[in-house]
Nanobody, 123 residues
Framework: QVQLVESGGGLVQAGGSLRLSCAASGRTFTKDAMGWFRQAPGKEREFVSAIDWSGGNTICTDSVKGRFTISRDNAKNTVYLQMNSLKPEDTAVYYC????????????????WGQGTQVTVSS
């Protein structure tokens, strides 16, 4: 089965930066679209950003636009989320996920999920 492992989370002060990584194994990765999602305590899981198989097309939610950048390295089977100008509102568990076909914001379209990595932003 496909395995996704997130890393790079931690504690950072507001205005700081983190880079999350998601390493995939078990099946082909090159032709899959990848997405990042997050879930804060007591809230629903929400879409953050996604990237298509080629890395040429990306989408992101308005709340992170201009601050977060998604990228991928197919040779390493890894997708990244560079997070700059972090805010306390960004505090959440961040998950990566994969799907076949085109990128989408719809959570249920993503088939495989990682275990999540905690990001905490202090004020």
């Amino acid at each position: 089965q496909v395995q996704l492992v997130e890393s790079g989370g931690g504690l950072v002060q507001a205005g700081g930066s983190l880079r999350l990584s998601c390493a995939a194994s078990g099946r082909t990765f090159t032709k899959d679209a990848m997405g990042w999602f997050r879930q804060a305590p007591g809230k629903e899981r929400e879409f953050v950003s996604a990237i298509d198989w080629s890395g040429g097309n990306t989408i992101c939610t308005d709340s992170v636009k201009g601050r977060f950048t998604i990228s991928r390295d197919n040779a390493k089977n890894t997708v990244y989320l560079q997070m700059n100008s972090l805010k306390p509102e960004d505090t959440a568990v961040y998950y990566c996920a994969t799907k076949s076909g085109y990128i989408t914001t719809v959570t249920t379209r993503y088939m495989y999920w990682g275990q999540g990595t905690q990001v905490t932003v202090s004020s």
